[in-house]
């Protein structure tokens, strides 16, 4: 095994195809993943979560008789997966990079997991709370001051300051080497929102938006 802590193992490959499998294991005759919690059907492969029964520690991710065992693990949605460790006190911070085209459902994928108590840094919204524009227009006359107020809020993530439960930071973040950089800076999990380019354009409210996705789909990078 390649990885020595819990944000490179999270990002491996081993990780990776453990999870592929478990989920294809899982997955019904019928083709519906079910959540082993809450007995629901996961509808889209993001939002299954493998849960360790035994936490996953610094100490023990190496050892893969805990990390990559399929008796060690159920499948189960975020919200599912929320309310386990609200259940189970003590647990720790937890850091979402949720990234994917304009468009994608990054923001309503995170509005359906997210509790009060968790803090979520959204670019459009942090737009909208300082402008009298709405979330599709935006004047950039106030990037500087949207920017920092991002900063500002990552800083806070990166210091683990306030008592919110999972942080969420929403972008498109198309270049792996910056989604990386932010994950190990922030010790982020990172959760991609994976739309067509068809089905985000039919999405776009205006012609720049269109423009934004096809620039998107021309920078990802895996």
Same mark, same amino acid.
């Given at each position: 095994?390649?990885?020595?802590? *819990?944000?490179?193992?999270?990002?491996?490959?081993?990780?990776?195809?453990?999870?592929?499998?478990?989920?294809?294991?899982?997955?019904?005759?019928?083709?519906?993943?079910?959540?082993?919690?809450?007995?629901?059907?996961?509808?889209?492969?993001?939002? @299954?979560?493998?849960?360790?029964?035994?936490?996953?520690?610094?100490?023990?991710?190496?050892?893969?008789?805990?990390?990559?065992?399929?008796?060690?693990?159920i499948v189960v949605s975020f919200a599912s997966h929320n309310?386990?460790?609200?259940?189970?006190?003590?647990?720790?911070?937890?850091?979402?990079?949720?990234?994917?085209?304009?468009? @994608?459902?990054?923001?309503?994928?995170?509005?359906?997991?997210?509790?009060?108590?968790?803090?979520?840094?959204?670019?459009?919204?942090?737009?909208?709370?300082?402008? @009298?524009?709405?979330?599709?227009?935006?004047?950039?006359?106030?990037?500087?001051?949207?920017?920092?107020?991002?900063?500002?809020?990552?800083?806070?993530?990166?210091?683990?300051?306030?008592?919110?439960?999972?942080?969420y930071i929403i972008g498109g973040y198309p270049l792996k080497?910056?989604?990386?950089?932010?994950?190990? *800076? *922030?010790?982020?999990?990172?959760?991609?929102?994976d739309e067509s380019k068809e089905v985000c354009i039919s999405? @776009?409210?205006?012609?720049?938006?269109?423009?934004?996705?096809?620039?998107?789909?021309?920078?990802?990078?895996?």
């Amino acid at each position: 095994m390649s990885f020595k802590d *819990l944000q490179s193992f999270y990002r491996s490959d081993e990780w990776e195809q453990f999870r592929d499998v478990i989920i294809h294991e899982r997955t019904s005759g019928d083709g519906i993943l079910y959540c082993e919690y809450s007995g629901k059907p996961i509808t889209k492969k993001y939002d @299954a979560i493998l849960h360790h029964k035994i936490e996953l520690t610094e100490e023990n991710v190496n050892d893969y008789n805990i990390s990559l065992n399929p008796d060690n693990v159920i499948v189960v949605s975020f919200a599912s997966h929320n309310k386990i460790h609200i259940r189970n006190k003590g647990f720790k911070q937890q850091v979402y990079l949720v990234y994917g085209s304009p468009c @994608a459902g990054k923001t309503t994928w995170v509005n359906s997991v997210a509790t009060e108590d968790d803090l979520i840094v959204d670019m459009d919204k942090i737009w909208e709370c300082i402008s @009298a524009s709405d979330r599709y227009h935006k004047s950039n006359r106030l990037k500087s001051n949207v920017f920092g107020i991002r900063d500002t809020l990552l800083e806070q993530i990166k210091t683990r300051t306030g008592k919110w439960v999972n942080a969420y930071i929403i972008g498109g973040y198309p270049l792996k080497t910056d989604r990386d950089r932010l994950c190990d *800076l *922030l010790r982020a999990i990172p959760i991609f929102i994976d739309e067509s380019k068809e089905v985000c354009i039919s999405r @776009a409210p205006n012609e720049n938006w269109k423009e934004y996705i096809e620039v998107w789909f021309d920078d990802y990078v895996e």
